[in-house]
């Protein structure tokens, strides 16, 4: 029951920040989504309705994001981008 509890807060944390404008915390929020809808699926036996390599493609596909978004700040005149500075 806490699993739905936490996966509620974290999509409802990001839902907020993305209609914020605030990337970062979207992306975090999303990120820290991810283990508890996959903590879901990991008591259920396989069986046709097993879902491995979306909760892969989804996460890879974030994970990417947030790369891109590391280089389009490290790029940038100020170093920043969404308001988040690079790591030079």
Known sequence: MSVYAIAAMCVS???IAAVKEQTVNAIAG????????????????????????AP????????LTTIVFGLLAL???????????SAR
Request: glycine letters at 10%; one cysteine or more.
């Open 13 to 15: 944390a990001a839902a």
């Open 75 to 85: 790029a940038s005149a100020t170093g920043r981008k969404f308001a988040q500075e």
């Open 30 to 53: 999303t990120l820290t989504a991810y283990p508890e809808i996959t903590a879901l699926t990991t008591g259920r036996p396989p069986g046709p309705r097993s879902c491995g390599i």
């Open 56 to 63: 892969t493609l989804f996460v890879t596909t974030v994970g």
